[in-house]
């Protein structure tokens, strides 16, 4: 389908991989754009891996099935380069955003001789800095959002303060903390 970008995030139960998905797919709803987002289920428990899903079109989606071959792979935990084929189907011109303190460089040797693009951010110290608590999905949505483009920057992250503001509305130090959190890590990632 033409204008289609396809995301696939990988996780760790309880790390808000599947929140992260949900949120993009809402944020770029919200910008005019056609979504689907949704998680794959397996027996979910917390530290268990995940997996979630995104599509956002300018057209209308027609296609209801998991995503085989992404443009874009999000890896909330580094540690799931060990276990998982995290590269499996990605695009070769996609790219791969990983939430690691070390290098790109140092992260191609765990992606099974993938190629492409391959972003970091180090989403612990975007959050300890911002939020004071580990949350890496905050960070890494901005990061990916970043990377592929699908929306304006500035859009994003008006469109996340509405929703942001929403949820935290009896907790303003929160919302406050997850929007610097998403701004530094626009300008954190590598």
């Known amino acids: 389908m033409n204008g289609l970008t396809e995301f696939r995030w990988h996780g760790r139960g309880g790390q808000g991989a599947k929140t992260a998905a949900l ?14 987002g949704f ?3 397996g027996p979910e428990r917390m ?3 995940i997996t ?23 890896v909330v935990d580094e540690t ?3 276990s998982v084929n995290v590269t499996k189907g990605l695009k070769k011109d996609g790219a791969i955003l990983v939430n ?5 460089e140092e992260i191609y040797t765990y992606l099974h001789g993938y190629q492409g693009r391959v972003y970091t951010i180090d989403a612990r110290k975007v959050c300890m800095k911002t939020l004071g608590k580990y949350f890496p999905n905050t960070p890494m949505l901005a990061a990916i959002v ?8 500035d859009q994003f992250i008006k469109e996340m303060e509405a929703s942001l503001g929403h949820k935290f509305a009896k907790k303003p130090e929160m919302l406050e903390g ?12 590598h």
Do not use: W
């Not at 690691?100 to 790109?104: I, K, L, N, Q, V």
């Open 47 to 49: 530290g268990a891996p």
């Open 146 to 153: 970043k990377i592929s483009e699908i929306m304006e920057e």
């Open 100 to 104: 690691t303190p070390r290098s790109s």
């Open 39 to 41: 998680p794959e289920y």
């Open 80 to 82: 799931l380069l060990n």
């Open 178 to 189: 997850n929007m610097k959190a998403l701004r530094m890590a626009l300008q954190e990632v």
């Open 23 to 36: 949120l993009l797919a809402d944020v770029a709803f919200k910008t005019g754009k056609h979504v689907q």
């Open 52 to 74: 979630a899903y995104d599509r956002i079109s300018d057209r209308q989606i027609r296609v209801h099935s998991n995503i085989y071959e992404p443009d874009y792979v999000v």
